[in-house]
């Protein structure tokens, strides 16, 4: 800046800011910078907080004190605030008022939309007085409390207040006494600036966001951080997001959201512990109450604009340890600092053979699905999104299987994230182990054309190959249902095997059952035997059943004794998951010296080796019988429908519907004064 100053009249008098002293010119020349910075001395007004922020770096907050004012602050909190920190010298304080018409100016003597400043606070005689300072040096209040007001001025309340209201009336220099009520009444609000010092720790983080797209829906394109707190006590974390000055003509409407948690917030519907009111004032504080412990919070800065660029400072001032970091998406995989993750992304596209719709619709089993090799056990977290041209919810389903998948026959997903439905956005963290998974990308409604994008992290390299739709192959006709005597036998049978208890053996859906054929060999059976708890026209599972004795189906056969040299698996139960390292098989009974994965069952007992022999982990079995043809005549196996859709769910309606657009009522200006 230069040293060409404002003036007026003759002789020429500043028209700016000045010292009374006139060898002193620091204070014109560092208002003109100021002024610079906002365009020039033709500024329309700024508020007395905001400018201190700028000039000396103190925190600025305003209180709202009018009723419809959308964070408008309770009117015995605010004079609680204003009196304990006028008390302790930790803050500064100015009061505007609200717009008046000239008739009201006149008689009140304040002036519209103008900041008065704080001089003193006292509660005397019953009475909350505040003294301001008009700017003007001029112009004071006419109303209660005035000089020549003698019904108020009663000796005791000026003894306190050491009021001379002889000498108030000789000179108007702006400075009155008002009451706490008549505040309430003619102001608009409170802008408070607090001294830094009062906090003993301070983070600082900076940013530059160029928003191109509206985060209505989520807020994946937001800048986010983690602000983590180790407190000792309840203590009150203060967040201070400002906006720094790139052209006075952008003033932006922005907001600081605060959730609980350590990762980044994607969707809008998620629980905020607070929300903030967009302003466009160029800064933003947050009074966060944090209780006793370790704590995080997600910390998410919003702009109202579709489009719009913040270059910002995010400062936390807290009296207990804390720190501020840049939000992940999932803390389990990125969090670590040497970790180094896998991360990919792609883009696929809804045509009209592959557009399916939700596991509700029977065009599911066309969607785009992709077969995912995972190498070891790990968290996996999946998101998809959408171009604007897909107006429908989406979701992501996750199978255990490699293939493609049909939802008449295919088990639940691997999590129950599959059943969320949203629009512009989905994600979801699945907990996967060793093994190959098909990931399903569907709209909720078939026919719904459009691209979408999927985003991959895990912390190993995870092999991603598209999975073609094979061509389905025509239902068989159904057979009509004949009803059969009761003697049935399963085709498939349990070995005799001497060396090994027997138990019972897992299903095979592949393999039909069939009713008894006297043509049909059944080692060890008794023709015409019947199989208890089985109803005429019924398939029923492999049961082992030695010659003369009879099973319940699925269960051990009763009276078998287990060899000497057999024990079950060591801490685990039939039917119960295996710790890696045990020794068992899929399915099956497993030699000594075999081990299993985290997902393994164990089916039954295993013998123990002799002294000095090595298991080889395989178990022969018997050839099973070689089938023959039933005779003529004999009716056919009934055909049973388990194509269900058992557990199916459809998203809730507030899953699919888009969040409303901010309401206009939350988004406020900034109260500038003159």
Not at 145 to 164: G, R, V
Request: aromatic share 10%.
């Amino acid at each position: 800046v230069d040293d060409f100053l404002p003036v007026a009249g003759q002789p020429p008098q500043l028209v700016c800011s000045y010292s009374k002293n006139p060898n002193e010119l620091w204070v014109s020349i560092f208002e003109k910078a100021y002024m610079k910075l906002h365009g020039g001395y033709d500024f329309p007004g700024s508020t007395s907080s905001i400018d201190l922020h700028a000039l000396c770096g103190w925190i600025p907050e305003t209180l709202h004190l009018q009723p419809d004012a959308t964070d408008k602050i309770d009117p015995e909190d605010a004079w609680t605030r204003l009196i304990k920190a006028h008390q302790k010298g930790t803050a500064l304080f100015t009061m505007g008022t609200k717009a008046m018409n000239q008739e009201e100016e006149d008689r009140t003597g304040l002036a519209e939309k103008h900041a008065y400043a704080v001089i003193d606070v006292k509660e005397a005689c019953s009475r909350r007085l505040v003294k301001l300072k008009n700017p003007w040096c001029n112009l004071r209040w006419k109303g209660d409390f005035n000089p020549n007001d003698h019904d108020n001025w009663t000796p005791e309340l000026k003894a306190a207040l050491k009021y001379d209201d002889e000498q108030a009336k000789e000179f108007d220099d702006g400075i009155f006494w008002i009451s706490w009520e008549a505040v309430l009444h003619f102001f608009n609000s409170i802008h408070c600036s607090w001294t830094p010092s009062r906090f003993s720790c301070r983070r600082n983080t900076h940013g530059y966001w160029q928003k191109k797209e509206s985060d209505k829906l989520h807020w994946d394109n937001n800048p986010q951080f983690i602000l983590r707190v180790s407190a000792t006590k309840k203590t009150m974390i203060w967040l201070l997001l400002h906006r720094h000055y790139i052209s006075t003509k952008e003033e932006p409407y922005m907001a600081l959201h605060v959730a609980k948690g350590n990762r980044r917030v994607l969707y809008r519907s998620d629980p905020l512990i607070h929300k903030g009111v967009y302003r466009n004032t160029p800064q933003y504080l947050v009074r966060l109450e944090c209780p006793e412990g370790e704590q995080s919070f997600a910390l998410i800065v919003s702009l109202y604009d579709d489009k719009g660029t913040l270059p910002f400072t995010l400062t936390s001032y807290s009296e207990e340890p804390a720190g501020l970091y840049k939000a992940v998406e999932c803390p389990v995989i990125e969090a670590v600092p040497e970790a180094k993750p896998f991360t990919k992304s792609f883009k696929y596209k809804w045509q009209k053979d592959t557009a399916g719709g939700s596991l509700n619709t029977d065009g599911f089993n066309n969607n785009p699905m992709f077969r995912l090799e995972v190498k070891e056990p790990q968290r996996l977290f999946v998101k998809v999104k959408v171009g604007a041209d897909v107006k429908d919810a989406i979701g992501l389903h996750l199978f255990l299987s490699g293939k493609r998948v049909n939802r008449k026959e295919q088990s639940a997903p691997v999590t129950a994230g599959g059943d969320e439905y949203r629009h512009d956005l989905v994600w979801a963290e699945f907990k996967v182990l060793q093994g190959a998974y098909t990931l399903v990308v569907a709209t909720f409604k078939a026919d719904v054309l459009g691209e979408f994008t999927v985003f991959l992290k895990a912390k190993s390299e995870i092999a991603l190959s598209s999975l073609p739709i094979v061509s389905a192959t025509p239902e068989p006709v159904a057979q009509p249902q004949v009803a059969l005597p009761q003697m049935y036998y399963p085709m498939q049978y349990y070995p005799m095997n001497p060396n090994m208890p027997y138990g019972p053996v897992a299903y095979d859906p592949n393999v039909p059952m069939v009713p008894y054929n006297p043509n049909m060999p059944q080692p060890g059976m008794v023709p015409g035997q019947m199989v208890p708890g089985v109803a005429p026209g019924q398939l029923v599972d492999p049961v082992a059943l030695a010659a003369g004795e009879t099973g319940t189906p699925g269960q051990p056969n009763p009276g078998i004794e287990e060899p000497a040299n057999c024990q079950p698996v060591v801490g685990s139960a039939e039917g119960t998951k295996v710790v890696a390292g045990e020794p068992v098989t899929v399915g099956e009974v497993a030699a000594a010296g075999t081990s299993g994965a985290d997902e393994d069952i164990i089916t039954t007992a295993y013998p123990v080796p002799a002294d000095g022999e090595k298991g080889t982990g395989e178990k022969k079995r018997d050839a099973p019988p070689p089938y023959v043809e039933p005779p003529k005549g004999d009716p056919p196996a009934p055909k049973q429908d388990d194509e269900g859709t058992k557990g199916e769910k459809k998203p809730e309606d507030q899953d699919k519907k888009h969040d409303n657009k901010d309401d206009p009522k939350n988004k406020e200006g900034g109260d500038k004064q003159d």
